[in-house]
């Protein structure tokens, strides 16, 4: 092997440690957890070229939970889209024991083209543990999910894909929408939430029409004082989860524990003070 080959193959392997496009083995069912983080980057005024500081202290945590076999940060990953900011994400990633997954925020895709390169298909699917992990690129076309990406979600999602829990992660909100529940949230930057989407018309019926529970995740929250930081709301077979850090005080990450009966419950870890302060994310609930 000559030292270019090696090198690319080093390369390409750092690339499916921290990213999902890469060819895997399902595992088995059984009892397990991952993280989901949002907002990864932090706050908006910081100047770290990548994760938020409060967030790399919790890696330790992280690496000793060995119930937690993944990651996956749920958009705004870096505040600039460059070079410098994806080299530092990676080399920070690779001090945990996990893979971790990306889910693109407006802020990853502001330089698509490098975004692709170096991490290939902005939406994707995989299944672990008789479940299905959904992720979709909400950058596309202004928060709706259309197009090439509509026919992947309503393929993935038809009677014959078999999966006990499906979990679906975008970075925005794409559920939100005023006179309604969600207009309780504060997004993070209301002037950036189009006047509507196509969530209701199109994709709610889809998952409504899926056999099974649907988590839908989104990381856009908790990036300044102003915005909400957690968000739950349940809906028949559909969950919405909304979180985020970058305020410096309500900063967290959510631990999604599946057991062995399928059943899925959430902690919420806090990255400053007591890891346990913020209680159960049902408490969280829209009314």
């Known amino acids: ?13 750092t690339l499916c440690f921290v990213h999902s496009s890469c060819t895997r083995t399902a ?21 770290n070229p990548g994760l938020h ?6 890696f330790d945590i992280i ?10 940060l749920t958009g705004d990953i870096v505040r600039t889209s460059s070079i410098e900011s994806w080299d530092s994400v990676d080399a920070q990633l690779r001090k945990l024991h996990i893979p ?4 693109p925020g407006n802020h990853d895709t502001y330089n698509r083209i490098l975004y692709e390169s170096r991490y290939g298909n902005p939406y994707y699917s995989f299944k672990d543990y008789d479940d299905l992990f959904v992720v979709l690129d909400g950058n596309i076309n202004r928060w709706n ?10 393929h993935l999602l038809s009677h014959k894909n078999k999966a ?20 309780q949230v504060n997004l993070n930057w209301p002037p950036y939430t189009p006047d509507s989407t196509n969530y209701w018309s199109t994709i709610e019926p889809i998952l409504k029409d899926f056999k099974g529970n649907v988590f839908l995740f989104a990381g856009d929250l908790g990036a300044n004082h102003q915005s909400s930081s957690l968000m739950y709301y349940r ?53």
């Open 164 to 183: 006990h829990n499906v979990f679906i992660f975008v970075h925005q909100l794409v559920w939100w929408k005023k006179q309604s529940v969600f207009e």
């Open 1 to 13: 092997m000559t030292i270019k080959s090696f090198l690319l193959l080093c390369l390409f392997s």
């Open 53 to 58: 500081p409060p967030f790399l202290d919790k």
């Open 145 to 154: 999910i259309s197009g090439k990406q509509l026919e992947f979600l309503t």
């Open 235 to 287: 809906d028949g077979n559909i969950t919405y989860i909304g979180s985020g850090m970058g305020d410096n005080k309500r900063d967290h990450f959510i631990k999604v524990i599946v057991n062995q009966d399928k059943e899925v419950k959430f902690e919420i870890i806090a990255l400053q003070g007591d890891p346990n302060k913020f209680g159960k994310l049902e408490s969280y609930s829209l009314k």
């Open 100 to 103: 971790v997954y990306f889910c």
């Open 27 to 47: 595992k088995v069912s059984g009892n397990y957890a991952f993280f989901v983080a949002g907002h990864a980057y932090g706050a908006p005024r910081s100047d």
């Open 63 to 72: 690496n000793k939970d060995t119930v937690i076999k993944f990651g996956i």
